[in-house]
């Protein structure tokens, strides 16, 4: 059984900062590929971030230069610092970790930026 629990969500004003986090647990050695989505209000769910197992990056254009998204492999977790944030970053945040062929979801975590 593998375990993700999110925690790092609130409420910021705008061009203020959240960091969240997603921590695995469970019977496995390592997590893989980490990617992190947000669904917003009336949205479908989007990609915003993902990081590979040697620590290559990749972020959709609308977080790209505020959003940096990291990894600690020794406490498999995953961190997203997201930075300058804005109204439109409004949703709710899960991150999806792979772990061998398998793909695992977080509960989400909400964040809400106000103006």
């Known amino acids: 059984q593998v375990q993700l629990v999110e925690s790092g969500g609130g409420l910021v004003q705008a061009g203020g900062s959240l960091r969240l986090s997603c921590a695995a647990s469970g019977s496995f050695i390592s997590i893989d590929v980490t990617r992190w989505y947000r669904q917003a209000p009336g949205k479908q769910r989007e990609w915003v971030a993902v990081i590979t197992t040697g620590g290559r990056t990749n972020y959709a254009d609308s977080v790209k230069g505020r959003f940096t998204i990291s990894r600690d492999n020794p406490k498999n977790t995953v961190s997203l610092q997201m930075n300058s944030l804005k109204p439109e970053d409004t949703a709710v945040y899960y991150c999806?970790?792979?772990?061998?062929?398998?793909?695992?979801w977080g509960q989400g975590t909400q964040v809400t930026v106000s103006s």
């Open positions: 999806n970790v792979q772990i061998g062929s398998r793909l695992y």
